[in-house]
Nanobody, 118 residues
Framework: QVQLVESGGGLVQAGGSLRLSCAAS????????MGWFRQAPGKEREFVGV????????VYADSVKGRFIISRENAKNTVYLQMNSLKAEDTAVYSC???????????WGQGTQVTVSS
């Protein structure tokens, strides 16, 4: 089991930046992969990006590639999402997810609201 707590959401103007943080506690082997997902009103949750414990070659959704950066600090068991050049369509509840390397089960945080005004 792993518990995830996100922070850093808020209201920002289009073109601005925000950084989200997600702190994990509990079994560290359950957070080998940590990622970000988002859900806009009336839409299904969509993948944003994911990073492994090694931190190399994070994977991003095409919609955020080149604008968002995922990083992690294993000593703090924390993953970050740096969001730049934000657009109105990035408005959503952003949730942090974690899973073990050999599992398909994702653990989720409670989510944090990001609102981009145009």
């Amino acid at each position: 089991q792993v518990q995830l707590v996100e922070s850093g959401g808020g209201l920002v103007q289009a073109g601005g930046s925000l950084r989200l943080s997600c702190a994990a506690s509990g079994r560290t082997d359950s957070s080998y992969f940590m990622g970000w997902f988002r859900q806009a009103p009336g839409k299904e949750r969509e993948f944003v990006g994911v990073i492994s414990r090694s931190g190399d070659r994070p994977v991003y959704a095409d919609s955020v590639k080149g604008r968002f950066i995922i990083s992690r600090e294993n000593a703090k068991n924390t993953v970050y999402l740096q969001m730049n050049s934000l657009k109105a369509e990035d408005t959503a509840v952003y949730s942090c997810g974690a899973r073990a390397v050999s599992s398909t089960l994702w653990f989720w945080g409670q989510g944090t609201q990001v609102t981009v005004s145009s």
